[in-house]
Nanobody, 128 residues
């Protein structure tokens, strides 16, 4: 069983930065692939970034590539999402998710149903 708790959301202006953090409970954190998803009001939830288990291989959606960076610290059981140059279209609830199974490609780690554990979400609002 893994519990995920996100923090770091808030209200910022366009161009500002925020750093989201997800703290995970449990002794086998390094065995989970981790992802950040987001859901804007009235839209479907979408994958923002993914990081592999031990290798730290990352993927970032085209919409955030070059602005957001996902990282993990297996010693601290945390994953972070550094968000720079924020835009109003980044406004959403951001969710941290954990996947126990190995994912070899986008088709796998982009699928929400592959994630067994989810955090409660943290609101990010970017004003123009």
């Amino acid at each position: 069983q893994v519990q995920l708790v996100e923090s770091g959301g808030g209200l910022v202006q366009a161009g500002d930065s925020l750093r989201l953090s997800c703290a995970a409970s449990g002794p086998t954190f390094s065995a989970y692939g981790m992802a950040w998803f987001r859901q804007a009001l009235g839209k479907e939830r979408e994958l923002v970034a993914f990081i592999g288990r031990s290798t730290g291989r990352t993927y970032h959606a085209d919409s955030v590539e070059g602005r957001f960076t996902m990282s993990r610290d297996n010693a601290k059981n945390t994953v972070d999402l550094q968000m720079n140059s924020l835009k109003p279209e980044d406004t959403a609830v951001y969710y941290c998710a954990a996947n126990r199974d190995y994912c070899s490609g986008y088709e796998c780690f982009s699928r929400e149903s592959n994630y067994e554990y989810w955090g409660q979400g943290t609101q990010v609002t970017v004003s123009s």
